[in-house]
T-cell receptor, first 111, second 114 residues
Framework: QKEVEQDPGPLSVPEGAIVSLNCTYS??????FMWYRQYSRKGPELLMY????GNKEDGRFTAQVDKSSKYISLFIRDSQPSDSATYLC???????????FGQGTTLQVKP | GAGVSQTPSNKVTEKGKYVELRCDPI?????LYWYRQSLGQGPEFLIY????????DSGLPNDRFFAVRPEGSVSTLKIQRTERGDSAVYLC????????????FGPGTRLTVL
């Protein structure tokens, strides 16, 4: 079993929809949680990061962490075709810079 | 340059050959990371450097893989006796310091072993 599980999708939604992406994990020592966006043939780019439990909002993006359930989510409001990409969750413990990534979820937003 | 650069962008080699992949981090970034990404998978950690030293090399799959960062800037990932299973995109990332959450990834080197 992988340390971080993420449904690969693909997920297809109409423009303007609210998108919910999520990951589960098994290592209770993870303290830092990140969401990256990766366009085809590009490197991942950081969208959001959260320390420990709680919510964080940045524009159309909201990240949630529930450490008691070992579950993290990314919500995208008013989704746009330009949001079409692969979304990767990543996490790490407090004593290393090493990130453990999920498999990635492919999102397509149709005009 | 403004971002992390990786060369070559594509590398095709034959089974058994030796390859070197280069990463130029953002100037001033002390931490440098190597990941490998297979098709349809998330990046898999290989090794990271804090300065010149390897802080964690637990992700290197076997002794055919080796990485160096002799002057604390540019890093080279070296793969000996390449195998078809080594085919993947090799990603490099850098951050200002080890614990910084803003890790900046390069575009990757796509390695194909025939």
């Amino acid at each position: 079993q992988k340390e971080v599980e993420q449904d690969p999708g693909p997920l297809s939604v109409p423009e303007g929809a609210i998108v919910s992406l999520n990951c589960t994990y098994s290592n209770s020592a993870f303290q830092y949680f990140m969401w990256y966006r990766q366009y085809s043939r590009k490197g991942p780019e950081l969208l959001m990061y959260t320390y420990s439990s709680g919510n964080k909002e940045d524009g159309r993006f909201t990240a949630q962490v529930d450490k008691s359930s070992k579950y993290i989510s990314l919500f995208i409001r008013d989704s746009q075709p330009s949001d079409s990409a692969t979304y990767l969750c990543a996490m790490r413990t407090s004593n290393t810079g090493k990130l453990i990534f999920g498999q990635g979820t492919t999102l397509q937003v149709k005009p | 340059g403004a971002g992390v650069s990786q060369t070559p962008s594509n590398k095709v080699t034959e089974k058994g050959k030796y390859v070197e992949l280069r990463c130029d981090p953002i100037s001033g970034h002390t931490a440098l990371y190597w990941y490998r990404q297979s098709l349809g998978q998330g990046p898999e950690f290989l090794i990271y450097f804090q300065g010149t030293g390897a802080a964690d090399d637990s992700g290197l799959p076997n002794d055919r893989f080796f990485a160096v960062r002799p002057e604390g800037s540019v890093s080279t990932l070296k793969i000996q006796r390449t195998e078809r299973g080594d085919s993947a995109v090799y990603l490099c990332a850098s951050s200002l310091v080890e614990g910084a959450e803003s890790k900046f990834f390069g575009p990757g080197t796509r390695l194909t072993v025939l």
